[in-house]
């Protein structure tokens, strides 16, 4: 059943572009949904949207049963935490993290507890007395959690909580937003256009692009499985060829000949299979097989990745640094079965 | 090395420059004798004395600090949404109306003066109080706007969000949360506008009428037939206030509020 839905949103800003085109999403109680797409996709846009900073056009935004679409942000009862934190300088830790908790008139000795706890919680016990600015970034973004937490919020909207860290606190962050959600069990949305955060923290993915989600699946799903071109691109997928399905096996333009484990529907299908996937061909290979000269070679640490040109395009490659070939050299690609994916163009 | 030197001496001849006159006048307060002269031959406060023992600069001083005072809280509270409105708005011609706002700053003095006196004395015979203290407004009205929306322009308007997600609406989170962070514009912004308006002479001269006249004001009639070391001490007075103020803003925010 569906905790959260966002059903045909559409939302202009200035009524000249469409920023969010019928966008349709279903979280589950409970899920961590990220937003993952590149720059200006409308992951923020979105997130504004279910948190009521925006009104949306048309379409509905529900929970648990409950349209809010007209509902403004400050009944709706939702924890946000800001890519700049949005702490108020004013107020020290304590009185930010009490912030929500004296809104809703709670009496002090409440208040006192839950923010104790909330503090406890996110490792911030030491720290009540100071000012934001007499934090660091790690310890900011804590307190923003700790204070979108301790209202007990039906949803926690998270846009780019991380984007401000070094990358040894962004992986400690991630684990700990992990852990929090998941022991408080609040569903969540996180924007993000950091693929690896994303994988790692999230319960499903939603890949979006240009206002729509182009797929919504579990991270494994989306990593070995995109749906379409703009997913296979985003996620590392750098090689595509255009097949047409004759039979049991599909042909490029030129004929050459390609079978794939994997099965897709529609008419206008693309093979794609990512640099490190790519074989070497045997002897005995007969299909699955490009021929190309080798072009620009580049160091990559454990590996080479080449440029390959073939009759299909340039095609990207990536060999273990043991193995080298030289710039003019003719070498056969092998295009596993298993790791050849149809995306729809 | 010589360089500096250079540097120093002229900040110290500028300075120099400003300063004397400052300190000339203030030294020919203290004088004896009833002609303005310098340096001054013996020390006396007398003139001070004058100053409060005649009624029209004792009331006119009065009248000029409750003004000042009336015109520049009422310049903050209508200021202060102004500039909040302002700033939040994306309205286009955002940049425009910021220019209309500010154009009392821009328009001489006088000509300010001179068209409120046709319209609110002479049009619509408003009584002499509210006059000047109408005037005195539209001349604080633009300091309040511009130094409270520079201030604004600081603030991060992601924290007010923050409060309505909290649970907190629009309005408390105004007082909560935007006018706590604002307050070292809006103390820079007081000052300046009681200290402008305190100051003020070309509206005032026209806006003054039987009974009711500014320090300022009175000071320039007093001028016009008399020339003894009253007019020293009412300028002392006048600087003294100003002083006052700025020491004020000083203690309590520091003069960087100001120069923002
Ligand atoms: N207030 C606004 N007024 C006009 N256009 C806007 C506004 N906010 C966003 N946009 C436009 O809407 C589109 C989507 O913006 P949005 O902020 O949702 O992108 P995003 O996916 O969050 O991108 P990023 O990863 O850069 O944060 C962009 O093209 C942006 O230029
Ligand atoms: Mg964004």
Redesign the pocket.
Known sequence: MAYMTLKDIDVR??KKKQ?LKGLNLEVKEGELVSLL?P???????TLRVVAGFIEPESGVFSLDGEDLTKIPVHKRNFGIVFQSYALFPHLNVYDNVAFGLKMRKLDKQQIDQKVKNILEVCGLSEFEKRFPQQMSGGQRQRVALARALVIEPKLLLLDEPLSNLDAKLRINMRMEIKRIQKKLGITTLF?T?DQEECFSISDKVAVMNQGVIEQFDTPENIYQRPETEFVARFIGFENFLTLNREGNVYKTQAGTVFTVESDRNGDSLAGTIRPEDIRIAGESEDRNVLTGTVGVRTFLGKSYQYEVLTAEGKFLVSRPAEEVYEEGSTIRLYLPESKLILVNK | MRKNKMLTVFAVLVFGFLILPLIIITVTAFGKGSAITFPIESFSVKWFVKVFTTKSFRISFLTSLEIAMLATVIALLVGIPAAYALARSGLKGKNLIKSVFLSPTIVPGIVIGFVLYQFLVLTLRVPVFMGLLAGHFMVTLPYVIRVVGSSLEQFDFSTEEAAWSLGCGKLRAFFRVVLPNITSGISAAFMLAFINSFNNIPVSMFLSGPGVSTFPATLMNYIEYNYDPTVSAVSVLLMAVTVLMMVIVDKTLGIAALAK
């Open positions: 800003y200035d920023v797409g720059s200006g996709c409308g992951k923020t846009t924007v256009h």
